[in-house]
């Protein structure tokens, strides 16, 4: 069964599903992003404000030195916070795709009695490149679904 072959009502409800879907993905996402950022932040602040104390202790309060450590300090802070963030965001998407967002869009599709697949098909069409359910989707072969008629 291709896109074309879907009656109205089930078009509506599988880009509502992907829409759907693609926004729990990503506000999960950002929402495990923030967190680990600020405990990034947090974490790494206390070790950068001792290195910065040392570097004032034994450079007899140099502010030029104690000026380039804290600029070195900060830049670094927020690379760990960063990367630690991606890491989250990513890890976070990825549990809930496995976690809320397959067993969901499973349980509405046995619903609309569609198969899997056709959802796949849909969605890879349907949203935009850059959408974050996209990474879950199996890439799909582009003649796939127009050549086959026989369902």
Not at 16 to 24: D, G, M, R, S, T
Not at 87 to 108: C, L, S
Not at 127 to 149: C, G, M, N
Request: hydrophobic share 50%; with cysteine.
């Amino acid at each position: 069964m291709n896109s074309a072959e879907l009656t109205p009502d089930q078009n509506r409800n599988l880009l509502e599903l992907a829409e759907e879907a693609n926004h729990e993905l990503e506000a999960a996402g950002e929402a495990g992003a923030g967190r680990a950022f600020n405990l990034g932040c947090s974490l790494t602040l206390l070790p950068a404000l001792a290195v910065i104390l040392i570097v004032a202790v034994f450079s007899r309060l140099n502010w030029v030195a104690i000026f380039i450590t804290t600029v070195l300090a900060l830049v670094a802070t927020l690379i760990v916070a960063n990367l630690v963030a991606y890491t989250a965001r990513t890890n976070t998407m990825q549990r809930t795709y496995q976690v809320i967002v397959q067993p969901e869009i499973e349980r509405r599709l046995n619903g609309l009695d569609l198969d899997r697949s056709v959802f796949d098909h849909f969605a890879s069409q349907r949203l935009p490149e850059a959408a974050v359910l996209q990474r879950y989707l199996p890439p799909i072969a582009e003649d796939t679904f127009s050549t086959d008629k026989s369902e």
